[in-house]
């Protein structure tokens, strides 16, 4: 499994970037994903994570309401959509999966020691 996170960038506090997670292998399509973020000096944290169907969704309290995620089974896609950017939205992104057959509940969810597999990561900064 090869996670392959894009759609980072430089954006203007109040701008928008879509990131999106996928997997040559299908994974991503297969299982719960996962979004988290490390800031320069800071632990990694979570984001955003959601159900292979999409049912369960969760949000971090620092992003509720700015950002959405979703997913297109049909391509392979799990979406990270960032509306409202701030300067502390800045932090390299990741996205991890867990493996194919695990149901994780919302605290396995939110856990970035859970997760089975990672992606190498994608630069958001967000700086007038």
């Known amino acids: 499994v090869q996670l392959q996170a894009s759609g980072g960038g430089l954006v203007q506090p109040g701008g928008s970037l879509r990131l999106s997670c996928t997997d040559s292998?299908?994974?991503?399509?297969?299982?719960?994903v996962g979004w988290f973020r490390r800031a320069p000096g800071k632990e990694r944290e979570f984001v955003a994570a959601?159900?292979?169907?999409?049912?369960?969704?969760y949000y971090a309290n620092a992003v509720k309401g700015r950002f959405t995620i979703s997913r297109d089974n049909a391509k392979d896609t799990v979406s990270l959509q960032m509306n409202s950017l701030k300067p502390e939205d800045t932090a390299v992104y990741y996205c991890?999966?867990?493996?194919?057959?695990?149901?994780?509940?919302?605290?396995?969810?939110?856990?970035?020691?859970?997760?089975?597999?990672w992606g190498q990561g994608t630069l958001v900064t967000v700086s007038s």
């Open positions: 991890a999966a867990f493996a194919e057959g695990r149901n994780p509940i919302m605290s396995t969810m939110t856990n970035p020691r859970a997760y089975d597999y």
């Open positions: 292998g299908r994974t991503v399509s297969r299982t719960s």
């Open positions: 959601i159900g292979k169907t999409s049912g369960r969704i």
